[in-house]
């Protein structure tokens, strides 16, 4: 079974313009969740989906959004990038049956210039 | 609010080498604790769990008991390998969010020959 896959694997944008990122679960999980991990903060919860509604947020601006599609594949978008938007977001997904299981995908790195 | 607080790294030990990285949390009802691991350039990988107290998670010589009069979920291992070398972070999810994780800082091992 192919594990969470996250695309692009890096980005680097300019600061100000937005971006999105994906991420498409292991087939049959069907709750999305993403982190954003940095050096200073370490990992920080951002949000997860589950049918397609949010159901947990976590404490980042509103800048941070997402969002997530009836073949459970999950999109987050940032935009007004700044500087300390910079790091490695990843995306993890579970079973509805074991929702503390959670299966990470390798990350997208964003760089912010 | 919950928290997470791990042994700072980096970790060296030799091979063979009995393995023991600290972790302690705070949060309120009874959460359920994880031990995840990542490996250079790789996503995280649930390593085991424990969901109550007194309960021993274990998986691949890794061991950890939820000590709930300690609020501690200490990782050992009896004998290290190369292959062990990672970063290991001690996690916890709130009692009814299970999806949403909140992270320690993450403890660098390296092992050497």
């Known amino acids: 079974k192919a594990g969470v896959t996250q695309t692009p694997r890096y980005l680097i944008k300019t600061r100000g313009q937005q971006v999105t990122l994906s991420c498409s679960p292991i087939?049959?999980?069907?709750?999305v969740s993403w982190y954003q991990q940095t050096p200073g903060q370490g990992l920080q919860f951002l949000f997860e989906y589950f049918s397609e509604t949010q159901r947990n947020k976590g404490n980042f601006p509103g800048r941070f959004s997402g969002r997530q599609f009836s073949n459970s594949r999950s999109e987050m978008n940032v935009s007004t990038l700044e500087l300390g938007d910079s790091a490695l977001y990843l995306c993890?997904?579970?079973?509805?049956?074991?929702?503390?299981?959670?299966?990470f995908g390798p990350g997208t790195r964003l760089t912010v210039t | 609010g919950n928290s997470v607080t791990q042994m700072e790294g980096p970790v060296t030990l030799s091979e063979e080498a009995f393995l023991t990285i600290n972790c302690t949390y705070t949060?309120?009802?009874?959460?359920?604790l994880f031990w995840y691991v990542q490996y250079p350039g790789e996503g995280l990988q649930l390593l085991l769990k424990a969901t109550k107290a007194d309960d021993k998670g274990s998986n691949k010589g890794f061991e950890a008991t939820y000590r709930k009069e300690t609020t501690s979920f200490h990782l050992e291992k009896g004998s290290v390998q190369v292959s062990d070398s990672a970063v290991y972070f001690c996690?916890?999810?709130?009692?009814?969010?299970?999806?949403?994780?909140?992270f320690g800082t993450g403890t660098r091992l390296q092992v050497t020959l």
């Open positions: 993890a997904s579970s079973l509805v049956s074991t929702p503390y299981e959670q299966y």
């Open positions: 996690a916890l999810s709130e009692d009814g969010t299970a999806s949403k994780l909140t």
């Open positions: 949060a309120t009802g009874y959460p359920s």
């Open positions: 087939s049959g999980h069907r709750s």
